[in-house]
Protein backbone atom coordinates (compact mmCIF):
# COMPACT_ATOMS: atom_id res chain seq x y z
CA UNK A 1 0.00 0.00 0.00
CA UNK A 2 1.22 3.66 -0.33
CA UNK A 3 2.18 5.97 2.26
CA UNK A 4 3.34 9.50 2.52
CA UNK A 5 5.15 11.42 5.02
CA UNK A 6 6.09 14.68 6.16
CA UNK A 7 8.59 16.16 8.42
CA UNK A 8 8.66 18.14 10.48
CA UNK A 9 5.18 18.28 11.97
CA UNK A 10 5.25 21.29 13.48
CA UNK A 11 8.16 24.36 12.85
CA UNK A 12 8.40 27.51 14.73
CA UNK A 13 10.65 29.90 12.76
CA UNK A 14 11.88 33.48 12.80
CA UNK A 15 11.43 35.90 10.56
CA UNK A 16 14.10 35.67 7.62
CA UNK A 17 14.99 32.76 8.67
CA UNK A 18 15.61 29.35 5.63
CA UNK A 19 12.84 26.87 5.56
CA UNK A 20 13.08 22.89 4.24
CA UNK A 21 9.79 20.85 4.43
CA UNK A 22 9.97 17.62 3.14
CA UNK A 23 7.84 15.04 1.45
CA UNK A 24 8.09 11.56 1.04
CA UNK A 25 5.70 8.86 -0.94
CA UNK A 26 5.82 5.12 -0.84
CA UNK A 27 4.81 2.43 -2.13
CA UNK A 28 4.26 3.60 -5.85
CA UNK A 29 6.14 5.18 -8.61
CA UNK A 30 6.20 8.28 -11.14
CA UNK A 31 3.90 10.41 -8.61
CA UNK A 32 1.53 13.39 -9.38
CA UNK A 33 3.32 15.26 -6.28
CA UNK A 34 1.47 18.62 -4.91
CA UNK A 35 2.19 21.05 -2.42
CA UNK A 36 -0.72 22.96 -1.01
CA UNK A 37 -0.80 25.18 2.04
CA UNK A 38 -3.88 26.00 4.40
CA UNK A 39 -3.93 29.13 5.92
CA UNK A 40 -6.89 29.73 8.40
CA UNK A 41 -10.02 30.17 7.13
CA UNK A 42 -8.58 30.30 3.33
CA UNK A 43 -9.47 26.73 2.45
CA UNK A 44 -6.59 25.05 0.16
CA UNK A 45 -4.09 27.09 -1.95
CA UNK A 46 -2.11 25.02 -4.20
CA UNK A 47 1.17 26.03 -4.07
CA UNK A 48 3.34 23.49 -6.53
CA UNK A 49 2.67 20.61 -8.28
CA UNK A 50 5.31 18.21 -10.44
CA UNK A 51 4.51 15.11 -12.49
CA UNK A 52 8.05 14.31 -13.00
CA UNK A 53 11.65 14.33 -11.28
CA UNK A 54 12.68 18.39 -11.77
CA UNK A 55 9.75 19.20 -13.10
CA UNK A 56 7.31 21.99 -10.94
CA UNK A 57 5.15 24.38 -11.98
CA UNK A 58 3.97 27.17 -9.47
CA UNK A 59 0.73 28.71 -9.08
CA UNK A 60 1.48 31.51 -7.17
CA UNK A 61 3.88 33.69 -7.02
CA UNK A 62 5.65 33.97 -3.69
CA UNK A 63 9.06 33.85 -1.59
CA UNK A 64 8.37 29.69 -1.66
CA UNK A 65 10.22 27.11 -4.10
CA UNK A 66 9.63 23.10 -5.12
CA UNK A 67 11.98 20.54 -5.85
CA UNK A 68 11.75 17.40 -6.77
CA UNK A 69 15.37 15.72 -6.70
CA UNK A 70 14.10 11.93 -6.71
CA UNK A 71 11.17 10.14 -7.77
CA UNK A 72 9.16 10.31 -4.88
CA UNK A 73 10.63 12.77 -3.11
CA UNK A 74 9.20 16.58 -3.03
CA UNK A 75 10.78 19.39 -0.65
CA UNK A 76 9.25 22.98 -0.14
CA UNK A 77 12.06 25.55 0.66
CA UNK A 78 12.38 29.63 1.25
CA UNK A 79 15.25 31.22 1.98
CA UNK A 80 13.69 33.78 4.12
CA UNK A 81 10.32 33.43 5.64
CA UNK A 82 7.33 36.02 6.30
CA UNK A 83 5.26 36.17 8.27
CA UNK A 84 2.73 35.43 5.81
CA UNK A 85 4.12 32.56 5.04
CA UNK A 86 2.69 30.73 8.90
CA UNK A 87 0.04 27.99 7.72
CA UNK A 88 -0.68 24.47 7.40
CA UNK A 89 1.53 22.70 4.88
CA UNK A 90 0.26 19.84 3.29
CA UNK A 91 1.85 17.17 0.16
CA UNK A 92 -0.41 15.13 -1.48
CA UNK A 93 0.14 12.68 -4.29
CA UNK A 94 -1.89 10.92 -7.39
CA UNK A 95 -1.47 8.48 -9.62
CA UNK A 96 1.13 9.36 -12.28
CA UNK A 97 -0.15 7.05 -15.29
CA UNK A 98 -3.48 5.63 -14.52
CA UNK A 99 -6.10 3.31 -16.65
CA UNK A 100 -8.75 5.54 -15.53
CA UNK A 101 -8.11 9.20 -16.04
CA UNK A 102 -10.54 9.79 -12.74
CA UNK A 103 -7.89 7.87 -10.98
CA UNK A 104 -5.21 10.64 -11.93
CA UNK A 105 -7.50 13.32 -10.00
CA UNK A 106 -7.80 11.21 -6.60
CA UNK A 107 -5.45 12.80 -4.39
CA UNK A 108 -3.46 11.41 -1.04
CA UNK A 109 -3.01 14.03 1.64
CA UNK A 110 0.01 13.69 3.76
CA UNK A 111 -0.56 14.47 7.89
CA UNK A 112 0.75 17.98 7.01
CA UNK A 113 3.25 20.15 8.69
CA UNK A 114 2.55 23.30 10.89
CA UNK A 115 4.88 26.22 10.24
CA UNK A 116 4.57 29.13 12.29
CA UNK A 117 6.60 32.11 11.68
CA UNK A 118 7.06 34.66 14.66
CA UNK B 1 -10.62 26.88 -14.19
CA UNK B 2 -13.31 25.18 -12.42
CA UNK B 3 -14.79 27.07 -9.04
CA UNK B 4 -16.16 25.26 -6.31
CA UNK B 5 -18.39 26.70 -3.50
CA UNK B 6 -19.68 25.84 -0.55
CA UNK B 7 -21.87 27.68 0.63
CA UNK B 8 -21.54 27.00 4.42
CA UNK B 9 -18.64 27.53 5.94
CA UNK B 10 -20.27 26.36 9.63
CA UNK B 11 -22.47 24.09 10.20
CA UNK B 12 -23.79 23.34 13.87
CA UNK B 13 -25.49 20.16 14.68
CA UNK B 14 -27.21 18.18 17.47
CA UNK B 15 -25.74 14.44 17.49
CA UNK B 16 -28.18 11.82 15.81
CA UNK B 17 -29.37 14.78 13.75
CA UNK B 18 -29.37 14.69 9.68
CA UNK B 19 -26.65 16.73 8.13
CA UNK B 20 -26.32 18.33 4.57
CA UNK B 21 -23.08 19.95 3.49
CA UNK B 22 -23.55 21.53 0.29
CA UNK B 23 -21.25 22.27 -2.77
CA UNK B 24 -21.70 23.63 -5.94
CA UNK B 25 -18.90 24.01 -8.72
CA UNK B 26 -19.33 25.70 -12.36
CA UNK B 27 -20.39 24.19 -15.28
CA UNK B 28 -18.05 21.74 -17.33
CA UNK B 29 -18.56 18.90 -20.12
CA UNK B 30 -17.57 16.87 -17.27
CA UNK B 31 -16.58 16.67 -13.50
CA UNK B 32 -15.14 14.17 -11.26
CA UNK B 33 -16.03 15.01 -7.56
CA UNK B 34 -14.79 15.00 -4.10
CA UNK B 35 -15.26 15.08 -0.55
CA UNK B 36 -12.21 15.05 1.84
CA UNK B 37 -12.46 15.54 5.62
CA UNK B 38 -9.92 16.96 7.92
CA UNK B 39 -9.67 16.08 11.74
CA UNK B 40 -7.97 18.91 13.49
CA UNK B 41 -3.99 19.09 12.40
CA UNK B 42 -4.03 16.19 10.20
CA UNK B 43 -4.41 16.04 6.43
CA UNK B 44 -7.11 15.13 4.63
CA UNK B 45 -8.31 12.07 4.27
CA UNK B 46 -10.84 11.17 0.77
CA UNK B 47 -14.47 10.30 1.95
CA UNK B 48 -16.30 9.49 -1.42
CA UNK B 49 -16.13 10.49 -5.00
CA UNK B 50 -17.81 10.46 -7.93
CA UNK B 51 -16.31 9.24 -11.67
CA UNK B 52 -19.02 8.21 -13.33
CA UNK B 53 -22.07 5.66 -13.19
CA UNK B 54 -24.72 6.12 -10.19
CA UNK B 55 -25.56 9.82 -9.10
CA UNK B 56 -25.66 8.60 -5.74
CA UNK B 57 -22.46 7.77 -3.93
CA UNK B 58 -21.51 6.01 -0.49
CA UNK B 59 -18.72 6.84 1.35
CA UNK B 60 -17.19 6.06 4.57
CA UNK B 61 -18.42 6.58 7.76
CA UNK B 62 -22.01 6.48 6.71
CA UNK B 63 -22.04 9.43 4.50
CA UNK B 64 -22.96 9.74 0.93
CA UNK B 65 -23.74 12.36 -1.96
CA UNK B 66 -25.54 13.01 -5.15
CA UNK B 67 -24.38 14.22 -7.76
CA UNK B 68 -26.33 16.50 -9.87
CA UNK B 69 -25.50 17.76 -12.98
CA UNK B 70 -28.45 20.18 -13.79
CA UNK B 71 -27.66 21.97 -10.85
CA UNK B 72 -24.18 21.47 -10.98
CA UNK B 73 -24.07 20.27 -7.36
CA UNK B 74 -22.45 17.84 -5.20
CA UNK B 75 -24.14 17.67 -1.86
CA UNK B 76 -23.29 15.67 1.08
CA UNK B 77 -25.38 14.04 3.40
CA UNK B 78 -25.50 11.63 6.62
CA UNK B 79 -29.15 10.73 8.07
CA UNK B 80 -27.89 10.34 12.06
CA UNK B 81 -24.57 12.07 12.75
CA UNK B 82 -22.06 11.12 15.65
CA UNK B 83 -19.83 13.64 17.84
CA UNK B 84 -16.68 12.18 16.14
CA UNK B 85 -18.04 13.83 12.83
CA UNK B 86 -17.05 17.06 14.21
CA UNK B 87 -14.13 18.33 11.55
CA UNK B 88 -14.01 19.99 8.57
CA UNK B 89 -15.59 18.79 5.08
CA UNK B 90 -13.80 20.10 1.84
CA UNK B 91 -15.58 19.43 -1.67
CA UNK B 92 -13.23 19.43 -4.84
CA UNK B 93 -13.71 18.89 -8.43
CA UNK B 94 -11.10 18.10 -11.12
CA UNK B 95 -12.15 18.81 -15.33
CA UNK B 96 -11.06 15.51 -15.92
CA UNK B 97 -9.17 15.70 -18.97
CA UNK B 98 -8.76 12.84 -20.86
CA UNK B 99 -4.96 12.43 -22.22
CA UNK B 100 -3.89 14.61 -18.95
CA UNK B 101 -1.28 13.44 -16.62
CA UNK B 102 -2.14 15.25 -14.12
CA UNK B 103 -5.32 15.13 -11.58
CA UNK B 104 -5.83 19.12 -10.97
CA UNK B 105 -8.14 19.56 -7.91
CA UNK B 106 -9.96 22.79 -7.13
CA UNK B 107 -11.28 22.96 -3.30
CA UNK B 108 -13.86 24.60 -1.98
CA UNK B 109 -12.94 26.91 1.18
CA UNK B 110 -14.37 23.87 3.36
CA UNK B 111 -17.25 23.34 5.75
CA UNK B 112 -16.49 23.02 8.98
CA UNK B 113 -19.76 20.79 11.38
CA UNK B 114 -19.36 20.71 14.69
CA UNK B 115 -21.84 18.10 16.44
CA UNK B 116 -22.91 18.80 19.94
CA UNK B 117 -24.30 16.33 22.22
Known amino acids: SQTIHQWPATLVQPVGSPLSLECTVE??????LYWYRQAAGRGLQLLFYSVGIGQISSEVPQNLSASRPQDRQFILSSKKLLLSDSGFYLC?????????????????FGPGTRLTVL | AQSVTQLDSQVPVFEEAPVELRCNYSSSVSVYLFWYVQYPNQGLQLLLK??????LVKGINGFEAEFNKSQTSFHLRKPSVHISDTAEYFCAVSEGRRGSTLGRLYFGRGTQLTVWP
Open chain 2, 50 to 55: YLSGST
Open chain 1, 92 to 108: AWSRGLAQWVGHLDTQY
Open chain 1, 27 to 32: GTSNPN
